[in-house]
């Protein structure tokens, strides 16, 4: 049973949230009573997202590119305009890139994977921090990866990134840590997403092969997890880093 009254009266962004686990993390969190607005760069797949998700009074939506300072900044004026306010911001934006070995990789194959998957979430916690600090409240939760952690081959650009977004995570919450604001990281070994068609099927091959539980995880497991990471229950964890690996994670 879903706590109906957990999240009442809270407004949460969602980065990526037009499909995979940013639609599933927002359709938990609509279930626990917040209002979301869904950022993606993809505007047809937002349209779709928020008719199928079924709460059009609870959603709104923003065309954002997290890598452009500028679009990120209009994407919370859209936000504030529609709701008044910002509570939680869950940055799941991301892209896993090509395969390869590092000496093989191009270097602009590795500056987008870290533009959007790093550099997106530092531009938005920075746009939405501020907004956080008048409302004396917030929650951020990052989606890094276990390939931060453990550093995957022939992904180093996708692995340096969540690492970095491990190290992000842990930063902004000391700096945030007597302010009300809780900001922590999950790490999901892989989730069986729209995104594996990104990788080489011996890519995923190892992957699953790296999982004690010998499957993929789902969304709703990963949404799960941050819906309690976005509550009022989560109280006395900060620049933490949450496992969801079906128990590959070994630290």
């Not at 969602?14 to 505007?43: F, H, N, P, Q």
């Not at 990120?72 to 940055?91: C, F, M, P, Q, R």
């Not at 000391?174 to 900001?183: M, R």
Request: with cysteine.
């Amino acid at each position: 049973m879903f706590n109906q009254t957990s999240l009442e009266q809270r407004v949460g962004i969602v980065t990526g949230g037009a499909r995979g686990i940013g639609y599933a993390i927002a359709e938990r969190l609509l279930k626990e009573g917040a209002s979301v607005c869904l950022w993606d760069m993809d505007a047809a797949a937002l349209a779709e997202a928020k008719t199928s998700l079924g709460y059009p009074e609870k959603v709104s939506t923003a065309q954002v590119d997290v890598t452009q300072e500028v679009s990120v900044a209009a994407a919370v004026e859209s936000t504030l305009s529609s709701w008044g306010k910002i509570d939680l911001l869950i940055n799941n934006a991301g892209i896993a890139g090509n395969n390869a070995k590092l000496w093989e990789m191009s270097p602009g194959d590795w500056q987008r994977v870290i533009d959007i998957n790093l550099t997106g979430p530092f531009l938005t916690c920075r746009a939405v921090v501020p907004h956080l600090l008048k409302n004396g409240y917030g929650r951020i939760v990052n989606i890094a990866s276990i390939a931060g952690k453990e550093g995957n081959p022939n992904a180093s650009h996708y692995s340096a990134s969540k690492a970095g977004v491990i190290a992000l995570t842990k930063s902004l919450g000391k700096e945030l840590a007597t302010s009300n604001i809780l900001v922590n990281c999950i790490t999901p070994a892989v989730i069986e997403t729209d995104i594996l068609q990104q990788c080489t099927p011996e890519h995923v091959q190892y992957m699953l092969s790296k999982i004690p539980m010998n499957r993929f995880g789902q969304k709703h497991e990963a949404a799960a997890l941050v819906a309690w990471l976005c509550s009022e229950d989560c109280s006395f964890t900060t620049g933490a880093v949450f496992d969801l690996s079906g128990g590959r994670a070994t630290y």
